[in-house]
């Protein structure tokens, strides 16, 4: 137990998210609790995990989800194991909401994408048809986020869109998508920043420069591929040819990437198996599915692509980790929460209340 390694995770604490200030001291060495001698409030080392409260062992549960982000059906789990089927629904749930947190956290973060890649699934479930939509970074393999919707319309490409947009610097960027007509309409409109005039009134969003757009638009017939047409939406041909060759070195403009991930989504979640009776009954579940079978991906599972003299994830590639975690460490990983805000007050803030600006917001 490391104590300066350690954050309150008291959401009224001013000390809240905050590592090595001192604030935290050892509760209870058998019992792996903490104290918080700012808020007086003493906590377990699980806290904020996803074996937090749990009876089962962790070794146990890590197992499980190992499954289960492999493409392990839950009903195979259940017979193979004995546990109640809530039992395993339950982890499913805290590890996809464990996923989401971490994805949020560390891969949401701006860098320089190079080149974007977006789709869809169309995924069936118990009673009708939804939609994930995915987005990755090319040049290192990163997944960056997804969204799920019963509809595939405007709504869920803008909620991928500005989750791309919360991962990117204001750096030359391409998209490369399908014949989709929202995704253009939703990366223009999402990709603007406001210019502040300092006079009232709504500000005017200016576009980002360098903000490219290709499409790859298949034509089918019985099934099969019999055209593929390239076209350059926004952005000229030489610009999009240059980020083309700087992300993925030779070829031509394509979604072959976001299509692999694709398939590596549908090997990993059992629900989005085609022609299979592991049927998500909710769409929620498919949400929480996505992160945890996304985070074991970025963090997880080596990519060959990558290099191929080591183990490469794609969070190593990207620069987010060094070395490629265990299911144990994502699991367990602790995600801090946001610094304390003080809240505004009229008039003159007492000493003491600017002692604890001082400490805690400086």
């Known amino acids: 137990m490391d104590p300066t390694t350690t954050f309150c995770p008291n959401e009224h604490c001013h000390a809240r998210g905050q590592t ?25 080392a699980r806290k904020g995990t996803v074996f937090y409260r749990l009876r089962t062992s ?46 949020e956290y560390l891969v949401e973060q701006p ?17 009708g048809i939804v939609w994930m939509a995915l987005a990755m970074m090319v040049t290192t393999r990163l997944w960056l986020g ?22 990117a610097l204001h750096r030359p960027l391409l998209f490369c998508t399908d014949g989709l007509c929202t995704y253009i309409r939703a990366i223009r409109e999402t990709f ?11 500000p005017r969003l200016r576009p980002w420069r360098n903000v490219l757009i290709a499409q790859v638009v298949k034509r089918y017939e019985r099934r099969r591929v019999v055209d593929t047409e390239r076209r350059i939406v ?34 990993h979640l059992a629900p989005l198996a085609r022609r299979c009776r592991a049927l998500a009954r909710e769409t929620l579940t498919l949400h929480e599915g996505m992160f945890l079978v996304g985070t074991v991906y970025n963090f997880c599972m080596p990519h060959e692509s990558l290099c191929r003299a080591q183990k490469t994830t794609p969070a190593m590639a990207a620069g987010i980790t060094d070395h490629c975690w265990t299911m144990q460490e994502l699991l367990s990983f602790h995600v801090p929460l946001p610094r304390w805000v003080p809240p505004k007050q009229r008039g003159r803030p007492s000493r003491a209340f600017q002692r604890l600006i001082k400490r805690w917001c400086s």
């Open 111 to 127: 860098r320089n994408l190079g080149q974007v890649q977006a789709d869809e699934i169309r995924v069936k479930k118990q009673g």
């Open 234 to 267: 926004d952005g000229t041909p030489a610009r999009v040819e240059t980020l083309r060759r700087r992300s993925q070195g030779d070829g031509v403009i394509n979604t072959a990437y976001i299509e692999r991930l694709n398939a590596t989504f549908r090997e």
């Open 58 to 103: 962790a070794e146990t549960v890590v197992l499980v989800v190992t499954l289960l982000a492999h493409g392990c059906p839950l009903q195979a789990i259940v017979a193979a194991f004995g546990f109640d089927e809530r039992t395993v629904a339950d982890w499913w749930a805290r590890s996809g909401r464990q996923g989401q947190a971490v994805q």
């Open 192 to 202: 603007r920043d406001p210019v502040r005039t300092g006079t009232g009134g709504r």
């Open 20 to 44: 090595g200030m001192g604030n935290i001291g050892i509760h209870s060495q058998k019992e792996q609790r903490f104290i918080c001698h700012e808020c007086h409030k003493t906590f377990s």
């Open 146 to 167: 997804g969204e799920v919707s019963e509809q595939r319309d405007m709504t869920l490409i803008r909620r991928l869109i500005e989750r791309v947009r919360h991962c």
